[in-house]
């Protein structure tokens, strides 16, 4: 099985600044910054994730992405050259929910945590250059 390097935290791979008003929900563009080396990741998918590593039990996947020569016309498509893009429009967080993951699937059909971002206490998303201790 092969395995790819996750991206960290300061690589902003999660690029996304909540403009919610309310507490509890999420408001604004996400971009997921790829590897744009990467040629064998056939789906990206956004999920919540109740910790840095692991996803909710219970519809953790927000939305997934097919590279354009999976042929499914069921999912969204991209780009190498581009971000991934996800539009929340006053998405509520589901109970339990700390992080946001990226998992990924390969050519081999194997699945990888690609990046995480975790939701801030007050519940709206750290901007990209915060910290969690601010």
């Known amino acids: 099985m092969t395995t790819s390097t996750p991206l960290n935290q300061k690589t902003n791979a999660i690029a996304f600044v909540n403009t919610a008003t309310t507490p509890g929900v999420l408001n604004g563009p996400l971009n997921i910054h790829h590897d744009r080396s990467r040629r064998d990741l056939r789906i990206v998918e956004l999920h919540w994730g109740r910790s840095e590593k692991n996803k909710l039990a219970v519809n953790s996947k927000i939305v997934a992405y097919g590279s354009l020569n999976t042929g499914s016309e069921t999912q969204p498509h991209y780009v190498y050259q581009q971000p991934l893009l996800h539009i929340f429009t006053n998405t509520p967080i589901p109970s339990g929910a700390s992080h946001l993951l990226v998992w990924v699937t390969d050519a081999k059909e194997t ?24």
């Open 111 to 134: 699945q990888h945590l690609y990046a995480s971002r975790p939701l801030k206490s007050n519940e709206h998303l750290l901007p990209p250059s915060a910290s969690a201790l601010e």
